[in-house]
């Protein structure tokens, strides 16, 4: 990798030790992939996937301890993901108390260490910063230094910004030295598609089933998608943005998608079309039959796969403004329908803190809370995430919570029959 | 015994048995479980993959195409390197992904003690003939011998 002066410098240790571990562990990412050279972040703001105090990741903490100490801190402000503990989210007795005393006993501490290194704001704890509310949006073309998979992936794919599916930690050292390594999806070569993928069903796909399809077969390639907007239209308004949040996360967590093209509909294949697409690309034909078959083969992890849900997380990745309110509508309607007053199965739908703020002004609102669903900031992923909740029962629309824990996914519309009606 | 030329991403040498899966290692989903709650055998705790749910990883020489999954991936395998909880080696058959290459060289350069030799690019050959409980040497220079 050939270096400027100034990071040359830095890399001889001329600003500190450190510092110069910080940019060997950046050079020695780099070289993996035959980067030549570093090139400037030009987004505002960064965004960091570590979000929670976990005992266990004392070894991260550790390491944030020695960038602090050696007062190394973050050239940009940051957005984080979503905290790990929420009061309003049910949770037992025993539950609260693994979670405070052997769990999460470093929230607190590493909060502060977030604080010093460059955290944006006390609300800004959540995996969709791009929200309009939260305000951590990159322009297209903005070299970015970001983690979280599902936000990496809508960066890249509807905002057309330009960022590698970067790791916690590589995260905060890009914007400590101000520059990261140059290869992958930051290049023009690295962004083209060596899948198309053929969406043939006969109604618009459930968002996080057709991610899902496609991250497990494609892994980390760049899919060029025909076909989607037929149903999912030729703009990018909120439904539609909201639709390819959810579809991006189930690619990048059941796969490894850094970038998806929607044809007619993202920017780069709005602006470059089939020409995206590199000659041989493999193909991938997806009809009902596929999407029945993926949605089939999930394994059932609870300990009776006939028990009865007792909780449901609706918004890994975080609900939109404009989701709150459809659920609140569909909820309603799915009430009335049911002759029943309140939910059946305790609901959760999550959203970033300033999303829920603006939420909460609405006149939906108090009409959700009516239905006895709480909503809540927190990482449903992280709540999930020990034993005690293993054996609970949980259903979910998220198909990135399936993923990682033992809750089991329905569709959007099963899910809406389940809470509204009860589980058969 | 076949050798493999592969390609070094982090320097070392080691011997230890394989453990082989063909589907992506997702990183998050395989380790969250056994780093927090202290398995010592560190089982695989990924649902979705085939291969390796539940088995031991710990000392193992991990076999694989690449990592998917959370973009925590590189810190969680950094975590087990500095832990002690890591796999002997990660053999890649192909170009390794952002996460994995993330972890590997984050436990070179800021843990001591540990080494997890790295290497890529084995060949799709690697991965057809390799089998769980093959002993595997890694040399330097990213030669890998399976016995």
Redesign the interface.
């Known amino acids: 990798m050939i270096l400027t002066q100034e990071q040359q410098a830095i890399l001889n240790g001329e600003k500190g030790e450190t510092l110069a ?1 910080v940019m ?2 950046l050079v ?2 780099g070289d ?2 035959g980067a030549e050279k570093l090139v400037p972040i030009t987004s505002k703001y960064n965004h960091l ?2 979000s929670f105090g ?1 005992k ?2 004392s ?2 903490y ?2 944030m301890q020695q960038l602090l100490d050696a007062g190394v801190f973050s050239g940009q402000k940051f957005s984080v993901d979503p905290r790990p503990l929420d009061k309003n989210v049910p949770a037992n007795f025993l539950q609260n108390f693994v979670f405070k005393n052997f ?1 999460y006993t470093k929230q607190e501490f590493y909060e502060g260490q977030l604080q010093k290194l460059g955290l944006l704001d006390d609300d800004a704890f959540t995996c969709t910063c791009y929200m309009d509310e939260v305000g951590n949006k990159p322009e297209e073309g903005e070299v970015l230094s970001w ?3 599902s936000a ?1 992936v809508y960066a890249n794919s509807v905002l057309g910004a330009r960022c ?8 905060i050292m890009g914007s400590i030295v101000g520059y990261v390594p140059y290869f ?1 999806l930051l290049t023009d070569e690295g962004r083209k598609a060596t899948w198309v993928v053929r969406v043939e069903t006969s109604k618009m796909p459930e968002a996080q089933l057709l991610g899902s399809a496609i ?1 497990m077969k494609v ?2 390639d760049v899919p060029y998608i025909i076909g989607l907007d037929r149903f999912i239209g030729t703009e990018l308004d909120g439904k539609t943005t909201a639709y390819l949040k959810d579809f991006g996360a189930a690619t ?5 998608v ?1 970038l998806y093209h929607i044809a007619n509909l993202t920017p780069e294949a709005k602006r470059l079309g089939e020409s995206l697409i590199v000659e041989g690309a493999k193909e991938y034909v997806i009809d009902d039959a596929e999407l029945a078959r993926v949605q089939a083969e999930y ?1 059932v ?1 609870w300990k009776k796969e006939d028990a009865t849900p007792n909780l449901c997380f609706v918004g890994c990745p975080h609900l939109s403004y404009e989701q709150l309110v459809e659920w609140t509508v569909n909820i309603e309607k799915g009430l009335q329908e049911s002759g029943k007053k309140k939910v059946q199965i305790p609901t959760v739908l999550t959203a970033a803190p300033k999303v829920l703020e603006a939420f909460n002004a609405s006149e939906y609102a108090p009409r959700l809370k009516a239905t006895g669903v709480i909503t809540s900031y927190i990482c449903p992923l992280m709540y999930m ?3 005690l909740c ?1 054996k609970m029962p949980v259903i979910t629309s998220s198909n990135k919570l399936r ?2 824990t ?1 809750a089991r996914y329905y569709r959007s519309e099963e899910i809406l029959e389940i809470i509204t009606k009860g589980a058969k | 015994m076949k050798q493999f030329q592969g390609r070094v ?1 982090t320097p070392g040498q080691v011997s230890a048995p394989a453990v082989v899966t063909t589907e ?1 290692f ?1 990183t ?2 395989s380790f ?2 056994a ?3 202290g398995d010592k055998e560190v089982k695989c705790g990924d ?2 993959n085939r291969d390796l749910f539940g088995k031991p990883m710990i000392g193992k020489a991990l076999c694989l ?11 969680v395998l ?2 087990a390197c ?2 002690h909880k890591n796999p002997a080696c990660m053999l890649f058959s192909g ?5 994995a ?6 436990a ?4 001591d003690g540990v080494t997890m030799p790295v290497v ?1 690019s084995l060949g799709d050959e690697f991965l057809a003939y390799v089998k769980d409980g093959m002993q595997i040497t890694v040399k330097e220079g990213g030669i890998v011998e399976v016995e």
């Open positions: 571990k060997k562990t020695m990412y993996a992939f996937v570590t976990l266990v990741m070894p991260v550790d390491l769990m983690a979280e998979s990496v590698n599916r970067n790791s916690g930690i590589i995260d992958g991250g892994m980390e990048a967590s059941n796969g490894a850094g394994p992890m995430n020990n034993p293993k993923t990682y033992t | 991403i992506g997702n998050l989903a969250q479980m780093l927090q709650f649902q979705n195409p690449q990592t998917i999954g959370s973009t925590t991936g590189g810190l950094y975590c500095a832990m170009p390794i992904d952002s996460l290459a993330a972890g590997a060289v984050l070179d350069v800021w843990v890529d």
